[in-house]
């Protein structure tokens, strides 16, 4: 059973189009992480959301952290080849020492 | 440039044999940390070093040792590796252990054991 489950696994879409990725828990988080990571290189911090409700922007990325601090999306606006990716969500865990990471979202973004 | 940085990139072995991974990090984070990623791209927390202390010890085979000379480094030494060891190995460090502390990672070793 993993702490942070993030849906769906694998998103293929057209350029262009709208989509919206999921990371979700059973546990409280008081904070939750978004990274990218492409082929052959280590994950990327795009943002970190603290407040339950809060919703941040990333040009066409949008970050929100669920009320209850239990969950979190990403949303992508006309989406681009270049956001082709893994995406990870990562929150604190055993006092902050431990960040866990659900187990990704695979995007494809096609021409 | 400040960065994570990890050797070898490629690390090919036959079962068995010993090998060590090297990581540095110029950011002047004080933890470190060693992750591994396996074919489905799952990132699981190994080990955690705090300014050269051990601070998470995940249950990992004590086949993995990891050392740390001083806070800028973090090594990862696997004995007798097995096939189940293959995966991708990334390195990574953080500025505090704070809840909202982000992690810097390296651009990770794929080994491959044959």
């Known amino acids: 059973t993993q702490l942070l489950e993030q849906s769906p696994q694998f998103l293929s879409i057209q350029e262009g189009e709208n989509l919206t990725v999921y990371c979700n828990s059973s546990?409280?988080?008081?904070?939750l992480q978004w990274y990218r990571q492409e082929p052959g290189e280590g994950p990327v911090l795009l943002v970190t959301?603290?407040?339950?409700?809060e919703v941040k922007k990333l040009k066409r990325l949008t970050f929100q952290f669920g009320d209850a601090r239990k969950d979190s999306s990403l949303h992508i606006t006309a989406a681009q080849t270049g956001d082709t990716g893994l995406y990870l969500c990562a929150g604190p865990f055993q006092g902050a020492q431990k960040l866990v990471f659900g187990q990704g979202t695979r995007l494809t973004i096609n021409p | 440039d400040t960065a994570v940085s990890q050797t070898p990139k490629y690390l090919v072995t036959q079962m068995g044999n010993d090998k060590s991974i090297k990581c540095e990090q110029n950011?002047?984070?004080?933890?470190m940390y060693w992750y591994k990623q396996d074919s489905k791209k799952f990132l699981k927390i190994m080990f955690s070093y705090n300014n050269k202390e051990l601070i998470i010890n995940e249950t990992v085979p004590n086949r993995f040792s990891p050392k740390s000379p001083d806070k800028a480094h973090l090594n990862l030494h696997i004995n007798s590796l097995e096939l189940g060891d293959s995966a991708v190995y990334f390195c990574a460090s953080r500025p505090g252990t704070t809840y909202n502390s982000p992690l810097h990672f390296g651009n990770g070793t794929r080994l491959t054991v044959t």
């Open positions: 959301v603290v407040t339950g409700g």
């Open positions: 950011l002047g984070h004080d933890t």
């Open positions: 546990s409280v988080f008081s904070s």
